[in-house]
Nanobody
Framework: QVQLVESGGGLVQAGGSLRLSCAAS????????MGWFRQAPGKEREFVAA????????YYADSVKGRFTISRDNAKNTVYLQMNSLKPEDTAVYYC?????????????????????WGQGTQVTVSS
């Protein structure tokens, strides 16, 4: 079983950058598919980015493609979400999640139920 703790959220002006971290304990992140989701006030939680267990394939929501990058540091057992060119509509609580190893159809990675482990979330607020 893996435990996930997010950090790095905060308040930033539009156009700025933040890097979120998701520190794992209990098991190595390289044993899992990893994903980032977000939930804005009054909205459903939505997919942001993911990588498969090998780290060789990444997926992004259209709304963040070209601005956000998911990466992994196996030595630190940490997954990152680099967020550039932030917009007010990126304001949300961001969650890290871990899913199964192996190769799956791309659509699986976009789905909350694919992930069995979740962090507590970190708030990102982008001011205009």
């Amino acid at each position: 079983q893996v435990q996930l703790v997010e950090s790095g959220g905060g308040l930033v002006q539009a156009g700025g950058s933040l890097r979120l971290s998701c520190a794992a304990s209990g098991r190595t992140v390289s044993a899992y598919a990893m994903g980032w989701f977000r939930q804005a006030p009054g909205k459903e939680r939505e997919f942001v980015a993911a990588m498969n267990w090998s780290g060789g394939i990444t997926y992004y929501a259209d709304s963040v493609k070209g601005r956000f990058t998911i990466s992994r540091d196996n030595a630190k057992n940490t997954v990152y979400l680099q967020m550039n060119s932030l917009k007010p509509e990126d304001t949300a609580v961001y969650y890290c999640a871990a899913g199964p190893s192996g190769y799956y159809r791309a659509s699986y990675y976009y789905t909350e139920s694919f992930y069995g482990y979740w962090g507590q979330g970190t708030q990102v607020t982008v001011s205009s």
